[in-house]
């Protein structure tokens, strides 16, 4: 098993910056794609930012330029860096790590940016 725990949300008014962490425990061995996604109610979860094992990354078109994911292997933990802020990033973010064929998500942490 695999578990996963975000930390780092809170709120900030626009064009603030926060960062967000996922500490990975468990059976870490093997885990590949490490990414956050966010979701606010009513809509589909969305993807934000994938970083691979070899530390590939890609972000979605809202965040490009903004936003910075990065991982600690030594720590097994996974960041997402978060500038330029505004109040279409409100949500709830979840971090999701896949080992093998099987895909892990965080308990999720709230971001909420004020205009």
């Known amino acids: 098993q695999v578990q996963l725990v975000e930390s780092g949300g809170g709120l900030v008014q626009a064009g603030g910056s926060l960062r967000l962490s996922c500490a990975v425990s468990g059976t870490i061995f093997s885990i590949n794609a490490m990414g956050w996604y966010r979701q606010v109610p009513g809509k589909q979860r969305e993807e934000v930012a994938i970083?691979?094992?070899?530390?590939?990354?890609n972000y979605g078109d809202s965040v490009k330029g903004r936003f910075t994911i990065s991982r600690d292997n030594a720590k097994s933990t996974v960041y997402l860096q978060m500038n330029s802020l505004t109040p279409e990033d409100t949500a709830v973010y979840y971090c999701?790590?896949?080992?093998?064929?099987?895909?892990?998500w965080g308990q999720g942490t709230q971001v909420t940016v004020s205009s």
């Open positions: 970083i691979s094992s070899g530390g590939r990354t």
């Open positions: 999701r790590v896949v080992r093998g064929l099987s895909a892990y």
